[in-house]
C-alpha cells in the first residue's frame, strides 16, 4: 500500500447511499419473488408466450402478488424518495411527467377509436407498459447522459 | 448556469466521486452540475459554498452581467 493509498480517505457508504440500495435491492427482491411466483403458479399452463401475459392464474397467487405489488412498491419508494439526492429527484420527477404523458396522450385516442370500431379494446396493460417504457428511458437518459 | 466546479474540484485534487461523497450526492450529480446539465437545487448550492468555503455567486455564474446589488 502507498503514501497516496493510505492518504485517500476510505470511502464507505453513507446512510443516504444505504438506504438509496436498500430500496433498490428490496424492490429487486419482491420483483423476483412475484416473478418466481407467478412462474410456479404457471406451471401446469401450456408454455407459449400468450399464456405468460394472458393466461389463467391462481387467486392465491392474484392476491399475494397484489399485495406484494402495492405495499412492496409503497415501502420501496418511501424509502428511495428518502435517499435519492437533487439531482435524481429532478430526474425522477420529470421521467415521471413523461410516462404520465405517454398515458394520457394515447389512452383517451385508442378509447374513441375502439368506440368507432376501428380499433380493438383498450388494453390497460399496453398502457402501463408503455408508460413504464417511456418513464424509464426519460428516467436512464437525465441521469447518465 | 456556468459554474467554477471543475476548476475548484481540480485545484484541491478531488475525483469526482470524493466531491460527491462530501456533499453526500451521487457521482452522477456531480458530473451533471459540472457540464452544466443540471443547475443544483438551492441548499446543494450552499453545500458547495460551505465545501469550498466561497460565496454562491463566485461558483456559479447565470451569465447575467450587471449591478449585484439591483
Redesign the interface.
Known amino acids: 500500500m502507498t503514501d497516496a493509498d493510505i492518504s485517500k480517505?476510505r470511502?464507505r457508504m453513507?446512510p443516504?447511499q444505504k438506504r438509496y440500495w436498500t430500496s433498490l435491492g428490496l424492490a429487486g427482491v419482491i420483483g423476483g419473488i412475484v416473478g418466481g411466483w407467478m412462474v410456479a403458479d404457471q406451471a401446469n399452463a401450456p408454455h407459449s408466450i400468450g399464456a405468460i401475459f394472458s393466461g389463467a392464474l391462481t387467486p392465491g397467487f392474484a392476491m399475494g402478488a397484489s399485495a406484494a405489488w402495492v405495499i412492496g412498491l409503497a415501502i420501496c419508494m418511501i424509502i428511495y424518495h428518502r435517499a435519492i439526492?437533487?439531482?435524481?429527484e429532478?430526474a425522477w420527477l420529470w421521467a415521471s411527467l413523461a410516462g404520465w404523458y405517454a398515458f394520457i396522450f394515447p389512452a383517451p385516442v385508442w378509447w374513441v377509436l375502439h368506440r368507432a370500431g376501428m380499433a380493438p379494446p383498450a388494453e390497460a396493460m399496453i398502457l402501463f407498459v408503455f408508460s413504464l417504457v417511456v418513464n424509464c428511458i426519460v428516467y436512464l437518459w437525465l441521469?447518465?447522459? | 448556469m456556468n459554474n467554477k466546479l471543475k476548476v475548484l474540484r481540480a485545484m484541491r485534487n478531488w475525483s469526482q466521486?470524493?466531491l460527491a461523497?462530501r456533499l453526500?450526492?451521487?457521482r452522477?450529480?456531480v458530473n451533471?452540475?459540472e457540464t452544466g446539465?443540471?443547475d443544483?437545487?438551492l441548499?446543494?448550492a450552499f453545500k458547495l459554498a460551505r465545501l469550498f468555503d466561497m460565496p454562491i455567486e463566485d461558483i456559479f455564474d447565470d451569465g447575467h452581467e450587471g449591478n449585484d446589488n439591483d
Open positions: 480517505p470511502r453513507s443516504r439526492d437533487d439531482h435524481e429532478h441521469k447518465f447522459r | 466521486a470524493e461523497d453526500d450526492v451521487s452522477q450529480a451533471a452540475i446539465k443540471y443544483p437545487s441548499p446543494l
